[in-house]
């Protein structure tokens, strides 16, 4: 079964250094997502992605967020200058339709950075 | 702004028992509603979706419902397994693509 791979699975950085989460999303998807989850807290929306651009972005990904698609299976989350309070779970996900045409949004298993 | 209620934060129960999640939204206006799984340290795995149209959807064990003009959906899990442990979270959409989580339910079944 397909399905959206993330790497690393952990990763660890100084303060003000810059990270790159990496996604394979499923193939056939067109809408690409990146969500975060503090510990002990919610699952919060960070930006969605669609035709190569962002269709919508949360207050939370600000100028020290940006997200590509460098390739045809790629998406990427990059984090400029990091802070201790980015430390969280990041998921990427993925669906085929925009979830507002009621179609399942797929998580992968999240990559864990811890910022020193 | 949309905010998502889930009761209760946590529940224990004996293996073989059915029981009721719960999760309530403030703004009716939604597509859809999705519940999820997370296992300890791990991703979410989508469970069931339920169209904003739409008043129940069943997987296996599990029956989810939807009253939107109320703002609640429940997920029901039959005669729940040890296997069923984890973090119940339900998410909606509301006027775009983006899910609005719950803090969840963690959920322990013992043997």
């Known amino acids: 079964e397909p399905e959206v791979t993330q790497t690393p699975s952990h990763q660890v950085t100084q303060m003000g250094q810059e990270v790159i989460l990496r996604c394979v999303p499923i193939s056939n998807h067109l809408y690409f997502y990146w969500y975060r989850q503090i510990l002990g807290q919610k699952v919060e929306f960070l930006v969605s992605f669609y035709n190569n651009e962002i269709s919508e972005k949360s207050e939370i990904f600000d100028d020290q967020f940006s997200v590509e698609r460098p390739d045809g299976s790629n998406f990427t989350l990059k984090i400029r200058s990091t802070k201790l309070e980015d430390s969280a779970m990041y998921f990427c996900?993925?669906?085929?339709?925009?979830?507002?045409?009621?179609?399942?949004?797929?998580f992968g298993p999240g990559t864990r950075l811890l910022v020193l | 702004k949309q905010e998502v209620t889930q009761i209760p934060a946590a529940l224990s129960v004996p293996e073989g028992e059915n029981l009721v999640l719960n999760c309530s939204f403030t703004d009716s206006a939604i597509y859809n509603l999705q519940w999820f799984r997370q296992d300890p340290g791990k991703g979410l795995t989508s469970l069931l979706l339920?169209?904003?149209?739409?008043r129940e959807q069943t997987s296996g064990r599990l029956n989810a419902s939807l009253d939107k003009s109320s703002g609640r959906s429940t997920l029901y899990i039959a005669a729940s397994q040890p296997g069923d442990s984890a973090t119940y979270l339900c998410?909606?959409?509301?006027?775009?693509?983006?899910?609005?989580f719950g803090t969840g339910t963690r959920l322990q079944v013992f043997p």
């Open positions: 339920i169209q904003s149209s739409q």
């Open positions: 996900a993925s669906s085929v339709l925009l979830a507002g045409a009621q179609e399942t949004q797929y």
């Open positions: 998410a909606v959409t509301h006027n775009t693509d983006k899910l609005i």
